[in-house]
């Protein structure tokens, strides 16, 4: 499965900012999506998951209340909707794929990786 993201970018703190992920594979309706971060020098860090078939999500506590993750299976699509984005976000964002809809969200555990969009957010 190939994914392509888009919408990162510079943002001031406390905006708004919105991710995409494609997906190339018609599956998605039944596997598990991710967007995970990753800053230099630092492990690649969950951010927030979804369980496409139950609609069901995940987040870290990080984001909690501040992000939400959405999918359209019609557009094989999953966003991350961002808001009151903190100085602390600025990261390199990636999404991820996993078939099925069971396991932890841990990102060994993923099979596809985007390339990753650069989110920086100015304080």
């Known amino acids: 499965v190939q994914l392509q993201a888009s919408g990162g970018g510079l943002v001031q703190a406390g905006a708004s900012m919105r991710l995409s992920c494609t997906a190339s594979?018609?599956?998605?309706?039944?596997?598990?999506m991710a967007w995970f971060r990753q800053t230099s020098g630092k492990e690649r860090e969950f951010v927030a998951g979804?369980?496409?078939?139950?609609?069901?999500?995940a987040y870290s506590d990080s984001v909690k209340g501040r992000f939400t993750i959405s999918g359209d299976v019609a557009k094989k699509t999953v966003y991350l909707q961002m808001n009151d984005l903190e100085p602390e976000d600025l990261s390199t964002y990636y999404c991820?794929?996993?078939?099925?809809?069971?396991?932890?969200?841990?990102?060994?555990?993923?099979?596809?990786w985007g390339p990753g969009t650069l989110v920086t957010v100015s304080s």
């Open positions: 594979s018609d599956t998605l309706g039944t596997s598990t």
């Open positions: 979804i369980r496409m078939i139950f609609g069901s999500t």
């Open positions: 991820a794929y996993k078939p099925g809809n069971t396991g932890n969200w841990h990102a060994g555990d993923f099979a596809s």
